[in-house]
């Protein structure tokens, strides 16, 4: 019994199945139904009637034809044979033979592949004939229009053309030519080659109006502008060598040949209506232009500049000179007081011989300038050359003197400097005085002496002649570091002593009653008269520390409280 109910149960299990699968592929059959018949209401024939309206001749016809007859091979062949594996799809899936249906489902997804692609390839087709002819008839309205404008601008002003008009009309008869061709063409239904005439009439109707536009603008570069300037160098440079401009190096005459040869060129080609070379010719050529001109005013203001600067540099050179004497002569009155490095005797030596070198340059310059036989603008360079040179000197000359003048200013800073240095060793003397320290340590003592042999330095290199400047600074630098330290070093001395005291007095307390303590003390005391104060501070506060932690800051606060 129980295999009978198993047996049921998986007949049941197979057949939901089964009809699960057959309503899946009847979903997928009505798919493709639905694909057909959207394939079926593509709108072939309708675009197709469309091409109906154009000249049916020619290209079109021919075109027509093949997309006729591809269209009615799909509609009485393709499509059918759809309808056919279609109902065989059906016939299987009733019968549950799902294989068969699969292989049959894919021969039509094929197929309607396949025809779909054909249809949107012949849509395609169509459409692009339909819109060639649209926007060329509009682009050809278009550039009928242009080319009335050209040819009566040719014909109104054609005087402003030279004899580039010829070649200009040939043009416009070329472009002609080509209007006649498309309108045979559309003629003839071959609307799509016309397309191909548009396109070139619109690259040469453009190019052609703007050879139009640029021409008169360019002859009159070509033939009056640009000629004029020329002619205007030329008698500028026959001018300026008349009086007395040496201009053979610029070469004028030669560049002026060169460029009327380039205008003949440009006139030529402007003849022929190629403007784009024209037109980069002349840019190059305006620049060669500007160029010599740029050239003749260089000349120009370098005559006016030799003019305005020739006595002016003359006059300097001599300032200089007697200059560099005067500074000579303080050299010798300095260096009777003063120490000289071996280099700073050879300044006024050295600037000397410079001088002379630019009085020999400025000479020749002279020379050059009388005999009228040199180009201004080199005359120039050497003029300002020769200006420059003698500002370095002045230079070099007031940096020279300055220091001449420092030398004496240096000497008195470092006698007060020294003034100051023993006032301040005094002053030092005097804290430790006044202080009542029993007594002072071996090596204080002994830095007291080096300052003072410090400060004896200052005062015997301030006392030598000549006076060495370097060698007393250097002297002076040490002496007022010894002597700041020493005044530091007095300042904390004093301070130690009276903070030893102070913690000696305070630890008498503990004395009586600790044994510890008042041996600290004692050795403290005795480090003290033997006046080694630091041991002795180090001795007594940790004596006191050791029965009153933090005694030694208590008692620093009472000092500075007692000296406030």
């Known amino acids: 019994?129980?295999?009978?109910?198993?047996?049921?149960?998986?007949?049941?299990?197979?057949?939901?199945?089964?009809?699960?699968?057959?309503?899946?592929?009847?979903?997928?059959?009505?798919?493709?139904?639905?694909?057909?018949?959207?394939?079926?209401?593509?709108?072939?024939?309708?675009?197709?009637?469309?091409?109906?309206?154009?000249?049916?001749?020619?290209?079109?016809?021919?075109?027509?034809?093949?997309?006729?007859?591809?269209?009615?091979?799909?509609?009485?062949?393709?499509?059918?044979?759809?309808?056919?594996?279609?109902?065989?799809?059906?016939?299987?899936?009733?019968?549950?033979?799902?294989?068969?249906?699969?292989?049959?489902?894919?021969?039509?997804?094929?197929?309607?592949?396949?025809?779909?692609?054909?249809?949107?390839?012949?849509?395609?087709?169509?459409?692009?004939?339909?819109?060639?002819?649209?926007?060329?008839?509009?682009?050809?309205?278009?550039?009928?229009?242009?080319?009335?404008?050209?040819?009566?601008?040719?014909?109104?002003?054609?005087?402003?053309?030279?004899?580039?008009?010829?070649?200009?009309?040939?043009?416009?008869?070329?472009?002609?030519?080509?209007?006649?061709?498309?309108?045979?063409?559309?003629?003839?239904?071959?609307?799509?080659?016309?397309?191909?005439?548009?396109?070139?009439?619109?690259?040469?109707?453009?190019?052609?109006?703007?050879?139009?536009?640029?021409?008169?603008?360019?002859?009159?570069?070509?033939?009056?502008?640009?000629?004029?300037?020329?002619?205007?160098?030329?008698?500028?440079?026959?001018?300026?060598?008349?009086?007395?401009?040496?201009?053979?190096?610029?070469?004028?005459?030669?560049e002026i040949a060169d460029l009327r040869k380039s205008l003949q060129t440009y006139e030529e080609l402007l003849e022929k209506t190629d403007v784009d070379e024209v037109d980069s010719g002349i840019a190059d050529l305006k620049e060669k232009i500007d160029i010599l001109y740029v050239l003749l005013e260089k000349e120009v203001d370098a005559k006016h500049f030799i003019h305005k600067h020739h006595d002016e540099t003359k006059n300097d050179l001599t300032l200089v000179k007697e200059t560099n004497e005067k500074m000579k002569e303080e050299t010798n009155f300095v260096k009777q007081s003063y120490q000289l490095l071996e280099g700073e005797l050879e300044i006024p030596n050295s600037l000397d011989k410079q001088l002379g070198k630019l009085i020999k340059r400025f000479e020749t310059l002279e020379l050059k300038i009388a005999d009228d036989s040199s180009a201004y603008t080199t005359l120039s360079d050497e003029l300002t050359d020769i200006r420059e040179a003698i500002e370095k000197v002045k230079e070099d000359q007031k940096e020279f003197t300055?220091?001449?003048?420092?030398?004496?200013?240096?000497?008195?800073?470092?006698?007060?400097?020294?003034?100051?240095?023993?006032?301040?060793?005094?002053?030092?003397?005097?804290?430790?005085?006044?202080?009542?320290?029993?007594?002072?340590?071996?090596?204080?003592?002994?830095?007291?002496?080096?300052?003072?042999?410090?400060?004896?330095?200052?005062?015997?290199?301030?006392?030598?002649?000549?006076?060495?400047?370097?060698?007393?600074?250097?002297?002076?630098?040490?002496?007022i570091n010894a002597v700041d330290a020493l005044y530091d070093k007095t300042i904390e001395l004093v301070e130690t002593v009276v903070l030893v005291e102070k913690v000696i007095q305070y630890g008498n307390r503990y004395r009586a009653r600790n044994p510890k303590v008042a041996e600290g003390l004692r050795q403290a005391e005795e480090y003290f008269r033997n006046y080694d104060y630091h041991l002795a501070l180090e001795e007594a506060a940790t004596a006191v520390e050791e029965v009153e932690p933090g005694a030694l800051k208590n008692i620093e606060e009472m000092i500075n409280q007692e000296v406030i």
């Open 1 to 254: 019994m129980v295999y009978v109910i198993g047996a049921i149960v998986i007949v049941l299990i197979f057949l939901v199945i089964g009809f699960i699968t057959r309503k899946k592929y009847y979903k997928e059959i009505d798919k493709l139904e639905a694909w057909k018949i959207d394939i079926m209401n593509r709108p072939v024939v309708d675009e197709l009637g469309k091409v109906k309206q154009l000249n049916m001749t020619g290209e079109t016809e021919e075109l027509f034809e093949s997309w006729r007859k591809a269209w009615d091979d799909i509609v009485a062949v393709e499509l059918p044979d759809i309808e056919d594996f279609l109902f065989d799809s059906e016939e299987f899936t009733d019968k549950f033979r799902f294989k068969k249906a699969k292989e049959s489902n894919l021969k039509i997804e094929t197929i309607l592949t396949n025809v779909e692609s054909k249809i949107e390839t012949i849509l395609a087709e169509l459409r692009n004939l339909i819109s060639s002819e649209e926007e060329s008839r509009i682009e050809m309205e278009e550039l009928s229009n242009k080319y009335k404008m050209i040819k009566k601008t040719l014909l109104i002003e054609r005087h402003i053309y030279g004899k580039s008009i010829q070649n200009l009309e040939m043009k416009l008869d070329a472009i002609s030519t080509k209007f006649h061709h498309f309108t045979e063409l559309t003629e003839n239904g071959d609307y799509l080659k016309g397309r191909e005439v548009i396109n070139v009439l619109k690259d040469e109707v453009q190019t052609l109006i703007e050879k139009v536009e640029k021409i008169p603008e360019l002859i009159t570069e070509v033939t009056t502008i640009l000629p004029s300037q020329l002619n205007e160098i030329e008698e500028g440079h026959k001018e300026m060598k008349e009086q007395g401009f040496i201009l053979d190096h610029l070469q004028i005459d030669k």
């Open 402 to 479: 300055l220091h001449l003048q420092n030398l004496r200013k240096d000497e008195l800073e470092a006698r007060e400097k020294l003034i100051e240095l023993k006032k301040k060793t005094s002053d030092a003397l005097k804290i430790i005085s006044k202080s009542n320290i029993p007594g002072l340590p071996n090596d204080f003592e002994l830095f007291m002496e080096q300052v003072h042999e410090n400060i004896q330095d200052v005062f015997k290199s301030l006392n030598e002649k000549p006076l060495n400047i370097k060698a007393i600074q250097t002297y002076l630098q040490e002496a």
